[in-house]
């Protein structure tokens, strides 16, 4: 963000999907990695990732746990 009377503020934690995604996209190329996880409307788990293999998808899964666990500190 460019405009210094403008402050970024942390990802919602009641963000609809869309707004996670833009809010991840306007981060541009410091995002390196993505792994989408969710689910569609009729309850189905939804993976998605950039160039990930599993492997690498499940070490960024679990790092993304220990994340959650501990409060954003991992």
């Known amino acids: 963000m460019n405009n210094t009377n403008v402050i970024a503020l ?6 609809r999907p869309d707004q996670a995604l833009k809010s ?7 995002v390196t990695d993505v792994l989408i996880v969710g689910y ?9 990732s950039s160039h ?14 220990e994340w ?4 954003g500190l991992a």
């Open 40 to 48: 569609d409307e009729d309850g189905v788990l939804f993976v998605r």
């Open 68 to 71: 959650a666990m501990y409060g």
């Open 52 to 65: 990930l293999s599993r492997a690498e998808a499940l070490f960024l899964l679990e790092k993304a746990k």
């Open 24 to 30: 991840t996209m306007d981060m541009g190329e410091r």
């Open 10 to 15: 942390p990802a919602s934690t009641n963000f």
